[in-house]
């Protein structure tokens, strides 16, 4: 049995490389929706301005912004020895803005 599974054991956990694991897949997502917002700015301006644009385009920077502070502060929790898991309106707030940003990035594009 690997170290850190044993249900009876002496209640040590070494978790390895999971949280640097788990900082990492915060820091790609967090680049992804950077990438997607700029690709929203780029396709905005390319294509001239409308209201419709511009609005998708403002609200995909505010989700990005969001879900940036929400992956710093994941990240910074990530830290602790042993880290506490991520609370249900965390998980709600960082879907929602991957969603938001799909949205309104394809407002972008009409």
């Known amino acids: 049995m690997p170290e850190g599974n044993d249900p009876g054991g002496s209640g040590t956990r070494d978790p390895g490389l999971q949280p640097e694991r788990t900082r990492l897949a915060w820091r790609r997502t967090t680049l992804a ?62 879907v929602g803005c991957v969603l938001a940003m799909a949205l309104f990035g394809a407002a972008t594009l009409r």
Do not use: E, N
């Open 33 to 94: 929706c950077a990438v997607a917002a700029s690709l929203a700015g780029r396709q905005t301006v390319s294509s001239g301005t409308g209201p419709l644009p511009l609005l998708g385009l403002a609200l995909a920077v505010l989700a990005w912004l969001t879900f940036l502070g929400v992956a710093h502060r994941r990240i910074r929790t990530m830290d602790a020895p042993r880290p506490p898991a991520l609370s249900p309106r965390t998980a709600v707030v960082a």
